[in-house]
């Protein structure tokens, strides 16, 4: 089992940055891709940003330029994924998820907020 649990959503205003942490914990070793996902009010869950195991990189569309997402693993059982966010916008308000997957499972964080005002 993986458990992540995200943090650093905040209220931010259009055009400022703000960086969002998931930790991850457990069998931290087995997790093979790690994904930054995201859901505003009325809408389906959508992909931001996905990393694998060696650091290879994606992002939606729309999110290309202005964000960038990383991951630091220091030791077998420590593992942290990062997005930066840049250029934010109205649109970027969302509750952001921590998404992880492993050669069986697939996991969730519980997300956090972030919220951009105009």
């Known amino acids: 089992q993986v458990q992540l649990m995200e943090s650093g959503g905040m209220l931010v205003q259009a055009g400022g940055s703000l960086r969002l942490s998931c930790a991850a914990s457990?069998?931290?070793?087995?997790?093979?891709?790690l994904a930054w996902y995201r859901q505003a009010p009325g809408k389906q869950r959508e992909l931001v940003a996905e990393i694998t195991w060696n650091g290879d990189t994606q992002y939606a569309d729309s999110m290309k330029g202005r964000f960038t997402v990383s991951k630091f693993h220091p030791k077998n059982d420590e593992l942290e994924m990062y997005l930066q966010m840049n250029s934010l916008t109205p649109e970027d308000t969302a509750v952001y998820y921590c998404?992880?997957?492993?050669?069986?499972?697939?996991?969730w964080g519980q997300g956090t907020q972030v919220i951009v005002s105009s």
């Open positions: 457990g069998n931290v070793i087995s997790i093979i891709r």
């Open positions: 998404w992880a997957r492993n050669r069986g499972n697939s996991f």
